[in-house]
């Protein structure tokens, strides 16, 4: 399966926006979906993963309130809606596939990686 990730932007603080990742190839609803993020200079972080069939989701503390993951497997598509966003959610942030929802929590890892989009929180 191959994530592609879109959606990302210049906003300014407080703004909401709403990410989206297409998933291509295998059979979609065969995996967790999960998103992550990586700022300039800091290591890749986790952010939230929703289960195979959506009933599960889970959130860092740092956004948990604030963003939330959904997804439409008839449509192969997963969403991250992100309200009152703050400048330390500047990032790139990337959607990965895998059939282990465990590897994302536990192993901050995935299977298979989207190319990243540029969210930029800013005034």
């Known amino acids: 399966v191959q994530p592609v990730e879109s ?11 709403r990410l ?7 059979t979609f609803d065969d995996y967790a979906i999960g998103w992550f993020r990586q ?15 959506g009933a599960n989701t889970y959130y860092a503390d740092s956004v948990k309130g604030r963003f939330t993951i ?22 790139v942030y990337y959607c990965a596939a895998d059939h282990s929802i465990a590897t994302m929590l536990n192993n901050n890892d995935s299977d298979y990686w989207g190319q990243g989009t540029q969210v930029t929180v800013s005034s």
């Open 39 to 53: 700022a300039p200079g800091k290591e890749r972080e986790f952010v939230a993963a929703i289960s195979r069939s």
């Open 7 to 17: 959606g990302g932007k210049l906003v300014q603080p407080g703004a909401s926006l």
């Open 20 to 26: 989206s990742c297409a998933a291509s190839g295998d």
């Open 70 to 91: 959904s997804r439409d497997n008839a449509k192969n598509m997963v969403y991250l809606q992100m309200i009152s966003l703050r400048p330390e959610d500047t990032a």
